[in-house]
């Protein structure tokens, strides 16, 4: 069964630097998401991507954060100057609306992400 | 913007009882619920979910049931199992798919 994957799975940074966290969405999905989970509290919505395009962000999601699809299979999260508190997993996830009828979120594994 | 309330935080029950969490929510424009099971560790999965055209839906021993008037909606396990254990999050999404706003978790403790 297909699965969305993600990279790294941990990824330890110095407190200002820039870190790229990947994603490969399910094949014939067409809405992308980035979601954030500090450890022991509830999942965070970050921002939805349809259409190439950001379709809505939280307000979590300010301007050093940035999303990309490159090349229409990857689909990145970029931090630009991580601070300690973006420390957390970080999931993707995708969707294909109507698929059997159902609206079901696939989650990547995540990517646990440790500033310093 | 929406608000997905959840409660409780944390449930203990013995093996084989029924567990009952429940979530409100507090725009009436939204009109997706689905559930989650996240084991430590792990990514979310979607165990069940409904649409706000369905009062109720079941598989196995999970059911969802939605009061729309109401504006809650409540997920019950029943003949608990130890692999139940978990932290159930509820969530709730508009039509368009543009974001899903989740709830604060519940631990479930299932005892043997």
């Known amino acids: 069964e297909p699965e969305v994957t993600q990279t790294p799975s941990h990824q330890v940074t110095q407190m200002g630097q820039e870190v790229i966290l990947r994603c490969v969405p399910i094949s014939n999905h067409l809405y992308f998401y980035w979601y954030r989970q500090i450890l022991g509290q509830k999942v965070e919505f970050l921002v939805s991507?349809?259409?190439?395009?950001?379709?809505?962000k939280s307000e979590i999601f300010d301007d050093q954060f940035s999303v990309e699809r490159p090349d229409g299979s990857n689909f990145t999260l970029k931090i630009r100057s991580t601070k300690l508190e973006d420390s957390a997993m970080y999931f993707c996830?995708?969707?294909?609306?109507?698929?059997?009828?159902?609206?079901?979120?696939?989650f990547g594994p995540g990517t646990r992400l440790t500033v310093l | 913007g929406e608000n997905v309330e959840q409660h409780p935080s944390t449930l203990s029950v013995q093996e084989g009882d029924s567990a009952v969490i429940k979530c409100t929510y507090s725009?009436?424009?939204?009109?997706?619920f689905p559930w989650y099971k996240q084991e430590l560790g792990k990514r979310p999965q979607l165990i069940i979910d409904i649409r706000s055209n369905v009062g109720e839906k079941k598989d196995q021993r999970i059911a969802v049931t939605l009061n729309k008037t109401a504006k809650h909606f409540s997920l019950h396990i029943t003949e608990t199992q130890p692999e139940d254990s978990a932290v159930y999050f509820c969530?709730?999404?508009?039509?368009?798919?543009?974001?899903?706003?989740f709830g604060s978790g519940t631990k479930l403790n299932v005892k043997p």
């Open positions: 969530a709730a999404s508009k039509r368009n798919f543009n974001k899903f706003y």
């Open positions: 725009d009436s424009a939204s009109n997706y």
């Open positions: 996830a995708s969707i294909k609306p109507g698929h059997r009828g159902g609206n079901e979120q696939f």
């Open positions: 991507f349809y259409n190439n395009e950001i379709s809505e």
